[in-house]
């Protein structure tokens, strides 16, 4: 029980990596919002907790909107009495080449990555300063925070910009015993990489057996998706840590695709 009496919120919780970590924090005894834009699979996530015991609130939240990311948390800080660890983790891929990305999907990119990150950090920091008990802030970066592909340019831009924010939320949360870190995940077999396998095919002109073997696990050490449990271990390992001396930190999970 390492989120025993802690509060989570977890923002794109109703599915693939966010709802692992959601269930995850819960299995640890910490209670958890499933905030996400689809209202009624997070109210299932919730559902799903609450029947094996843990605790739990769906909560309808768009991240790039101010007033619902700032209606959510009060709604979630409404039902648990404060929020001790936030994870950042919407987010939606659109693969172009660049010249031909309109420039509503690149806005559309940065706002879900980046706005949706900054509005839920600001909302929930004040909780955490008041509590005394500092917190955990989280961001799903990506090995895309550290190293680039081919026609995902607004993708690989957020992800990068998520390592500043989390290096300033780390200074300015310090004095409050509040941590910012990035998890850094390779490829996941969730809804967002299954979307993508027949669209990089169609785009790069390959076969959807190659995009997986010869673009997005060729540089790993062993051909291996990492899962969302793997996700999940490294997100519980940032929420539990008990001080100052992990943050501003960002850990790459990915089979070794990338190596610091
Ligand atoms: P997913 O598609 O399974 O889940 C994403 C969730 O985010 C969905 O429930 C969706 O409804 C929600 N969402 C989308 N837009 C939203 C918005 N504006 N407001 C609130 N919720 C919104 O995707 P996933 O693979 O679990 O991705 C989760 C995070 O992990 C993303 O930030 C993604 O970039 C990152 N990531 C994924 C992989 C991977 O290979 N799957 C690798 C590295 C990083």
């Not at 300033?168 to 396998?197: M, S, W, Y």
């Amino acid at each position: 029980m390492q989120l025993k009496d802690r509060s989570a919120i977890v923002t794109g919780a109703a599915s693939g990596i966010g709802r692992e970590i959601a269930l995850r924090f819960a299995r640890e005894g910490a209670r958890v919002a499933i905030a996400d834009l689809n209202a009624a699979a997070a109210e299932a996530v919730a559902a799903e907790i609450r029947a094996r015991g843990g605790e739990a609130v769906g909560v309808a939240m768009d991240v790039c909107s101010e007033d619902a990311v700032n209606a959510g948390v009060n709604a979630t800080v409404a039902a648990f009495g404060g929020v001790d660890i936030l994870v950042s983790n919407a987010g939606i891929q659109i693969v172009h080449p660049l010249e031909e990305f309109s420039y509503a999907d690149w806005k559309r990119m940065l706002a879900i990555h980046l706005d949706g990150a900054f509005l839920t950090t600001r909302a929930c920091l004040p909780h955490m300063y008041r509590s005394g008990r500092g917190g955990s802030v989280i961001y799903m970066g990506s090995v895309h925070s550290k190293e680039a592909s081919k026609l995902k340019a607004p993708y690989v831009t957020a992800k990068h910009g998520l390592l500043g924010l989390a290096k300033v939320v780390a200074k300015e949360g310090a004095p409050h015993g509040v941590r910012a870190n990035v998890i850094c995940p390779g490829f996941v077999r969730t809804p967002l990489v299954d979307r993508q396998i027949p669209e990089q095919a169609r785009a790069l002109g390959i076969s959807e057996e190659d995009v997986v073997a010869k673009v997005m696990l060729k540089d790993t050490v062993d051909g291996q998706f990492t899962t969302v449990e793997d996700v999940a271990d490294v997100a519980l390992f940032f929420a539990a840590f008990p001080n100052n001396a992990l943050t501003g930190q960002s850990l790459v999970v990915s089979h070794g695709w990338f190596m610091e």
